[in-house]
């Protein structure tokens, strides 16, 4: 790819594709927290209601959009009423637009998304919610790969990926 992504998708996940537990992450991996503020940071981030709710506020130094069907009404949050709307509400000009969100959102975005940046957690934990299924290889080109282990008191391995729409 050439330029900056028009849409990425950024997660972390278990190989088993878990994403959340009781509307939480089911781990502690500062390294991906850090990776995500750095991608992020300046750029429009989107986001389900569930989403917003388990972070708890508005992400500073990003443009924060919620979709959701309900009235939402926090500081430093905009709502849209669908996927379509809030990419409407974020021209490409103003950067590379991120959906962080939850299963549904991914499930919408992930047709249109050009990048992908996945935090893959080599470990076995328990979760509620899934992201939903995807193939990498068919229809994704691998361009950056780093793996480690989290500095945290869990120490769990993982891949950091970042892959671009063939």
């Known amino acids: 790819m ?15 594709r878990v994403i959340g537990r009781k509307n939480r992450l089911p781990w502690h991996l500062p390294e991906d927290l850090k990776r995500f503020k750095s991608l992020t940071m300046g750029h429009p981030i989107i986001m389900g209601r569930k989403t917003f709710e388990s972070i708890g506020k508005a992400l500073p130094g ?6 959701t069907s309900t009235r939402i009404s926090a500081a430093g949050v905009q709502a849209a009423a669908s996927l379509e709307t809030a990419l409407a509400m974020c021209p490409v000009e103003e950067g590379t637009r991120f959906v962080i969100g939850g299963a549904r959102l991914f499930a919408e975005a992930l047709p249109l998304a050009d990048r992908l940046y996945i935090t893959l957690i080599h470990a076995d934990l328990e979760g509620d919610v899934v992201f939903p299924p995807f193939e990498l290889e068919k229809s994704y080109r691998v361009v950056e790969k780093s793996e480690g282990r989290s500095a945290g008191a869990e120490a769990l391995p993982y891949t950091f990926l970042t892959a671009d729409r063939v």
């Open 62 to 67: 990003r443009r924060n959009i919620v979709v």
């Open 2 to 16: 050439t330029g900056a992504p028009k849409l990425a998708v950024i997660a972390a996940m278990t190989e088993a």
